[in-house]
């Protein structure tokens, strides 16, 4: 069984920067693609970021890029998401997960199989 555990999340204002860490347990993490989602109140889930198994690749969401850059370790087993020029709108629910293999590169879901619980984070204007 797979964990992933976020941290980094809080209160940061408009402009401000933060970093996301998820920490993953078992042996393979580098064998896999990780990603970012978020979720604001009443909307869906969407697509920030994307890293190859190997660190070599990333893709973004429009909106977030040029702000956000994804990042991993996997020496430590752990995902970043460095944010800057955080907006208020960039508030949400933020979830790291685990692509599936040989698919996991992805902006769909539906191409991860294991998520984290989720870490807040709240922007003020």
């Known amino acids: 069984q797979v964990q992933l555990v976020e941290s980094g999340g809080g209160l940061v204002q408009a402009g401000g920067s933060l970093r996301l860490s998820c920490a993953a347990s078992?042996?393979?993490?580098?064998?896999?693609?990780m990603g970012w989602f978020r979720q604001a109140p009443g909307k869906e889930r969407e697509f920030v970021a994307t890293?190859?198994?190997?660190?070599?690749?990333?893709n973004y969401a429009d909106f977030v890029k040029g702000r956000f850059t994804i990042s991993r370790d996997n020496t430590k087993n752990t995902v970043y998401l460095q944010m800057n020029s955080l907006k208020p709108e960039d508030t949400a629910v933020y979830y790291c997960a685990r692509g599936k293999l040989f698919s996991g590169f992805s902006r769909f879901a539906s191409n991860y199989d294991y998520w984290g619980q989720g870490t807040q984070l709240t922007v003020s204007s």
């Open positions: 890293i190859s198994d190997h660190g070599d690749s990333a």
């Open positions: 078992g042996r393979t993490f580098s064998d896999y693609a």
